[in-house]
């Protein structure tokens, strides 16, 4: 597996943000487990902590529709959070997780690959926010 699994978060807040693209790296050792959130439309990462100290998650939060104008912040530019149709279980967003984590031998990183949600005609979900708690 490689050494860090990589969350790419695709949403119209502005560079400057703290809620904006980017990319997110995890190294795998920090990695306890990853859990679905109500309707598939989160998915936690637990991270492992050492003793005595406060549990920490990565909560990312997942969208079908991303915005691709963050110049316009009234508008149509503001960060566009479609949640997704709750996901076949084959699509659920941890186990996009865990197949990162297994994915890669010998490389340094493995991306996230999001599924499609659940939708009449399904739509691909992307990660649109992550928090750290």
């Given at each position: 597996?490689?050494?860090?699994?990589?969350?790419?978060?695709?949403?119209?807040?502005?560079?400057?943000?703290?809620?904006?693209?980017?990319?997110?790296?995890?190294?795998?050792?920090?990695?306890?487990?990853?859990?679905?959130?109500?309707?598939?439309?989160?998915?936690?990462?637990?991270?492992?902590?050492?003793?005595?100290?406060?549990?920490?998650?990565?909560?990312?939060?997942?969208?079908?529709?991303?915005?691709?104008?963050?110049?316009?912040t009234t508008g149509?530019?503001?960060?566009?959070?479609?949640?997704?149709t709750a996901p076949?279980?084959?699509?659920?967003?941890?186990?996009?997780?865990?197949?990162?984590?297994?994915?890669n031998p010998g490389?340094?990183?493995?991306?996230?690959?999001?599924?499609?949600?659940?939708?009449?005609?399904?739509?691909?979900?992307?990660?649109?926010?992550?928090?750290?708690?």
């Amino acid at each position: 597996m490689g050494k860090f699994i990589k969350f790419q978060i695709r949403n119209a807040a502005t560079a400057t943000s703290a809620t904006g693209n980017r990319d997110i790296l995890i190294n795998v050792d920090d990695i306890a487990s990853s859990i679905d959130g109500a309707a598939g439309a989160t998915v936690v990462v637990a991270l492992k902590d050492p003793v005595g100290a406060a549990a920490s998650f990565w909560t990312f939060t997942l969208g079908t529709t991303v915005n691709s104008d963050p110049a316009d912040t009234t508008g149509a530019g503001v960060v566009a959070n479609v949640a997704p149709t709750a996901p076949t279980s084959q699509n659920m967003p941890s186990q996009s997780v865990n197949r990162a984590l297994t994915a890669n031998p010998g490389g340094v990183s493995s991306s996230v690959q999001l599924g499609l949600d659940g939708a009449g005609t399904p739509l691909r979900m992307y990660f649109t926010q992550a928090v750290l708690t």
